[in-house]
T-cell receptor
Framework: KAGVTQTPRYLIKTRGQQVTLSCSPI?????VSWYQQTPGQGLQFLFE???????NKGNFPGRFSGRQFSNSRSEMNVSTLELGDSALYLC????????????FGPGTRLTVL | GDSVTQMEGPVTLSEEAFLTINCTYT??????LFWYVQYPGEGLQLLLK?????DKGSNKGFEATYRKETTSFHLEKGSVQVSDSAVYFC????????????FGKGTLLTVNP
């Protein structure tokens, strides 16, 4: 089975712009979660989608949003980018129960100038 | 809320040395516990997991035992290799409908030949 894929792998944006990141989960996995990784804050949970519905959300401002499509692919969007949004954004997919392993993609490295 | 505390790095060892990375947690209910590893420029890979008290997770020579009485999940390996150099993250999932991983800050391990 192919793993979790994320596109693009690298992005450079300027402050005030918006960005959309994409994640394709492992085939058959219905849950997709997003995490932000920074040197200062570590790994922080952004949100989780299951069957096109957001079920969980972390403590991030409304500039961070996401959605999931009927084929389980997910996108996250960050509007009005700030310098502090520079991070590695990781997507993970999970097959069934919440105790199942989350399988991570390689991440999208976002740099905001 | 849920939290994970793991020993601060960096940890530098010589090849064939014994490794311990301490991890303790605070969580409601009965969480599942995980160790993930991140190699430079990559996403997270599951190293091992344990889903209930006294379970031992093991993989590639690494082991960790779920200790509910001490709320710990320490990672050990008897003989490290240069290829084990990476960042190691301890994480928990409280289960139920909560598909959210809570991570420790990560521990950078460097193994010298």
């Amino acid at each position: 089975k192919a793993g979790v894929t994320q596109t693009p792998r690298y992005l450079i944006k300027t402050r005030g712009q918006q960005v959309t990141l994409s994640c394709s989960p492992i085939s058959g996995h219905r849950s997709v979660s997003w995490y932000q990784q920074t040197p200062g804050q570590g790994l922080q949970f952004l949100f989780e989608y299951f069957s096109e519905t957001q079920r969980n959300k972390g403590n991030f401002p409304g500039r961070f949003s996401g959605r999931q499509f009927s084929n389980s692919r997910s996108e996250m969007n960050v509007s009005t980018l700030e310098l502090g949004d520079s991070a590695l954004y990781l997507c993970a997919s999970t097959p069934t129960s919440a105790t199942d392993t989350q399988y991570f993609g390689p991440g999208t490295r976002l740099t905001v100038l | 809320g849920d939290s994970v505390t793991q020993m601060e790095g960096p940890v530098t060892l010589s090849e064939e040395a014994f490794l311990t990375i301490n991890c303790t947690y605070t969580a409601t209910g009965y969480p599942s516990l995980f160790w993930y590893v991140q190699y430079p420029g990559e996403g997270l890979q599951l190293l091992l997991k344990a889903t209930k008290a006294d379970d031992k997770g093991s993989n590639k020579g690494f082991e960790a035992t779920y200790r509910k009485e001490t709320t710990s999940f320490h990672l050990e390996k008897g003989s490290v290799q240069v290829s084990d150099s990476a960042v190691y993250f301890c994480a928990l999932n409280s289960g139920g409908s909560n598909y959210k991983l809570t991570f420790g800050k990560g521990t950078l391990l460097t193994v010298n030949p």
